[in-house]
């Protein structure tokens, strides 16, 4: 099959447009159309400015931009045709006066990484496979903007890479000894650790897929999401190489695929469902001989469970940042948009435990099920818990206790089924730990609760 795109992306600060002078390449230069993007880029919370570019599926930004809201330092030698970006201490006013026979490159300062724990995340950093951590598959579980590249040695040079990507949400790695892996804006599992990755309301979010573990093999509905272009690939396995690409497209209007297992999945602007889930196959047993014996009296009827309307103005807690206030975790709101999303949550007003958010409905309702979606800021989402009702001014009862939800990903949701046949008027979520560390303030994207 031919494929029809990929591009190494070699990094967040290579696949940028320099707003340097680019005149003595002239003779060289080719002529692409590129689009103007609507796209809203944020860096550190800050809203770049200058336009941005789509091009094959990539995003383009003015790289002197980038560095200025990074702190970093920019240069170019027009002598040797060379962008330099540093941290603002190893550069001076103006580019040292180097013997140009060669460029010498500063060697940073080594700090021992010490051996991973299999039981615990990886944290992000550059780690040697083989000594640091063993050979394998692995998942990285990132958000906004994550990155990670492998290196065949520790040079440095565009030419040691031989895959890397920017990612949203999760991205599958394969290592081999002797290699050299760098991340950054994520953590990262064993694949014998790693969490199963699940849709929302049915829909797999952009990110990578391993096809027979966290998605079924079969037909699936490829839906862009916005005015961006949206990418899609099926990969045979996650070395992240050309090679290993079955197939990949470019596409702007709704999209048909098909997995099997064994298979990779990575799409990004876009989400993916099953197509037509009425068909998915089912099992069908023989008929078994009608009994001569009375029939059985009919079953009571099981109550009807919906989702339940949750009155905005009903809504409280024990304190609320002065953005991300308590309502927003009712109005129903799954952004796309992962700053977006960010402030449609509710926070808590600090970083003390515990954390409380209520909701008061109409009259006494029996709820059965519940479900909480993380933010973007997936370390701050709830890791202990207690789900509890109340009736006017009584005491709080606990229906549902959870000591360990299982690791978070930005814009996961997670339902709970509970055993509750007592109707009452109040329902809170009483927090007491998160993800991260105990500096993290509480936030929860969304909270939906089922009953009747």
């Known amino acids: 099959m031919r494929i029809k795109l990929k591009f190494f992306v070699l990094g967040f600060l290579i696949a940028t447009v320099l707003s340097f002078s680019l005149t003595s390449f002239a003779d060289s230069m080719t002529i692409i159309k590129v689009f103007r993007n609507s796209v809203k880029i944020y860096l550190n919370n800050i809203q770049m400015t200058s336009d941005n570019f789509s091009f094959e599926g990539h995003t ?44 010498p490159i500063p060697i940073p300062i080594q700090i021992p990484v010490p051996k991973v724990i299999a039981n615990d995340p990886i944290e992000s950093g550059m780690y040697k496979v083989g ?19 492998i290196t065949k040695d ?102 048909y695929i098909t997995i099997k297992n064994g298979q990779y999945i990575k799409f990004t602007g876009c989400y993916i469902q099953y197509n037509n889930f009425s068909n998915m196959p089912t099992l069908v047993s023989e008929p078994e001989p009608e009994s001569e014996s009375e029939p ?5 009827p099981s109550p009807n469970i919906s989702k339940l309307y949750v009155d905005k103005t009903k809504v409280c807690s024990s304190g609320n940042h002065q953005d991300r206030i308590a309502t927003r975790a009712f109005d129903g709101i799954y952004a796309q948009d992962r700053f977006q999303y960010f402030h449609d ?25 519940y479900a909480i979606c993380s933010s973007s800021y997936y370390d701050s989402t709830p890791t202990k818990w207690l ?44 927090v007491t730990d998160v993800q991260g560390t105990y500096d993290y303030p509480v936030i929860i994207g969304e909270i939906e609760m089922y009953g009747y």
């Open 296 to 300: 059985e009296p009919s079953p009571t």
């Open 131 to 149: 000594g640091d951590l063993p050979a394998g598959e692995y998942l990285l579980l990132g958000s906004a903007m994550s990155y990670y590249q």
């Open 154 to 255: 520790s040079s440095g040079t565009l030419k040691s890479i031989i895959s890397n990507d920017t990612f949203n949400n999760t991205r599958y790695i394969t290592l081999e000894n002797g290699q050299y892996l760098e991340f950054s804006e994520a953590k990262m599992f064993p694949i014998e650790k790693a969490p199963i990755i699940s849709p929302v309301d049915g829909k797999y979010q952009e990110g990578m897929y391993k096809v027979g573990r966290d998605i079924e093999a079969g037909e699936y509905i490829a839906m862009p999401v916005g005015k961006t272009t949206s990418y899609i690939e099926v990969s045979k396995n996650s070395n992240g190489t050309l090679n290993s690409i079955i197939t990949n497209d470019i596409f702007r209007t709704k999209k």
């Open 60 to 103: 383009y930004v003015k790289l002197r931009e980038v560095c200025e809201k990074l702190n970093k330092d920019i240069s170019y030698d027009e002598r040797t045709k060379t962008v330099f970006i540093n941290n603002p201490s190893l550069v001076g006013d103006s580019i040292p006066d180097y013997d140009y026979d060669y460029v």
């Open 345 to 369: 949550s509710w926070q808590a007003a600090n970083y003390t435990k515990p954390q409380w958010i209520s909701c008061e409905f109409e009259k006494s309702t029996i709820v059965t099920k």
């Open 387 to 430: 789900f509890q009702g109340r009736n006017n001014n009584g005491d709080w009862i606990t229906i549902d206790t959870i000591n360990k939800q299982s690791k978070w990903i930005a814009s996961q949701k997670c339902t709970f089924d509970i055993n509750n046949i007592t109707a009452y008027k109040y329902y809170r979520i009483y």
